[in-house]
């Protein structure tokens, strides 16, 4: 049996992976992004007591999660959020 300090650690490693004896629950997101019939959605769930600059440190950790991820450096993330920032290539149609 799995400690509910052992599935955090999972989660918040990037480890958790759910399955039908242990489903993984998302609660209370703060943002969601998904790929759907060929767009990224995301939608933000601001939570209370919360605001943009809050949301701006996610951003941060997201940027660092997503350079684990891929085995770059952050710098490597940051010079595409940079472009991006400079020149957006979509649009966005469904404000959250």
């Not at 399955?19 to 601001?46: A, E, M, R, T, Y």
């Not at 085995?71 to 290539?89: F, H, N, S, Y």
Request: proline share 7%.
């Amino acid at each position: 049996m799995t400690s509910k300090s052992d599935r955090m650690g999972k989660l918040l490693s990037g480890s958790a992976v759910g399955s039908p004896d242990n489903p993984f629950v998302l609660k209370d997101p703060l943002v969601v992004i998904f790929q759907q019939d060929g767009n990224v959605v995301c939608n933000i769930h601001p939570a209370p007591g919360l605001d943009h600059k809050h949301y701006g440190l996610v951003i941060c950790d997201l940027v660092r999660h997503v350079a684990r991820a891929f085995k770059v450096g952050e710098d490597d993330v940051w010079k595409w959020v940079d472009k991006e920032r400079r020149r957006p290539t979509t649009d966005i149609t469904q404000p959250s």
